[in-house]
């Protein structure tokens, strides 16, 4: 199982970015996916989920209506679009596969930073 991040940066405060995570090794389109993320100095904070077929995402409340989760389960690939960010988005986000006692698999991470 392998997971790949990209698309993180630095961008001002109402900036905008997109991450991706490209997957192999596994069937991708059975699994649940998430994102993860860990701000300096804090623990893990679950980010948003998407069901197997795309069909269903979950956010946490604290980047509901910014953020947007979506996949391809043609190309393996799952994208989280980052709107509106705000410097307490700045964070290590990690492409996590779920399953259904947890995470089981990790990205080695992509750092956002959000800073003026």
């Known amino acids: 199982v392998q997971l790949v991040e990209s698309g993180g940066g630095l961008v001002q405060p109402g900036g905008s970015l997109r991450l991706s995570c490209a997957a192999s090794g596994f069937t991708f389109s059975h699994y649940y996916m998430s994102w993860v993320r860990q701000a300096p100095g804090k623990g893990l904070e679950w980010v948003s989920s998407?069901?197997?077929?795309?069909?269903?995402?979950y956010y946490a409340d604290s980047v509901k209506g910014r953020f947007t989760i979506s996949r391809d389960n043609a190309r393996t690939t799952m994208t989280l679009h980052l709107n509106s960010l705000k410097p307490e988005d700045t964070a290590l986000y990690y492409c996590?596969?779920?399953?259904?006692?947890?995470?089981?698999?990790w990205g080695q991470g992509t750092q956002v930073t959000v800073s003026s």
């Open positions: 996590v596969r779920e399953i259904f006692w947890g995470f089981d698999y």
């Open positions: 998407i069901k197997t077929d795309g069909g269903t995402m």
